[in-house]
C-alpha cells in the first residue's frame, strides 16, 4: 500500500490544520491507521491512531483534547484535525498503516507497516 500525507502548512498558534492521508489499495478497511511526527532534531513519536472500523481511537497526552483523528474507509482517507495549535506542534507529519493489528491501536512505530512521505507542519507564535 502506498500512503499520500497532505494538508501541512504554516499557520500562527491557535490555528486550526486538518492532515489528510490517502491510501492505495483494496485492504485499507483491514488496516489500523496512525499519526506520528518528528520535530526538528527530535526522535519520531506517536500521535494517534484510529481502529478499523473508527470506533476506537488513542491519542498522544500531549495533543489529546486538540487533535482528531477518523477515517473515511470509503474514501481510503485517513484524517488529523488539529486545533489549538501551539509551536510545539511543528514537525513532519508521517501516516502509518498497521497490516496486522492485533488489538486495540498500536501506539508503537514498530507495528507499522507502511508509512508516507511526510507533510511539514509549521506553526508560529
Known amino acids: 500500500v502506498q500512503l499520500q500525507a497532505s494538508g501541512g502548512g504554516l499557520v500562527q498558534a491557535g490555528d486550526s490544520l486538518r492532515l489528510s492521508c490517502a491510501a492505495s489499495?483494496?485492504?485499507?478497511?483491514?488496516?489500523?491507521m496512525g499519526w506520528f511526527r518528528q520535530a526538528p532534531g527530535k526522535g519520531r513519536e506517536f500521535v494517534a491512531a484510529?481502529?478499523?472500523?473508527?470506533?476506537?481511537?488513542n491519542y498522544a497526552d500531549s495533543v489529546k483534547g486538540r487533535f482528531t483523528i477518523s477515517r473515511d474507509n470509503a474514501k481510503n482517507t485517513v484524517y488529523l484535525q488539529m486545533n489549538s495549535l501551539k509551536p510545539e506542534d511543528t514537525a513532519l507529519y508521517y501516516c502509518?498503516?498497521?497490516?496486522?493489528?492485533?488489538?486495540?491501536?498500536?501506539?508503537?512505530?514498530?507495528?507499522?507497516?507502511?508509512w508516507g512521505q511526510g507533510t511539514l507542519v509549521t506553526v508560529s507564535s
Open positions: 502509518a498503516a498497521d497490516r496486522r493489528p492485533v488489538g486495540g491501536v498500536s501506539v508503537t512505530i514498530t507495528s507499522y507497516d507502511y
Open positions: 489499495g483494496r485492504t485499507f478497511t483491514g488496516y489500523v
Open positions: 484510529i481502529n478499523t472500523s473508527g470506533g476506537v481511537t
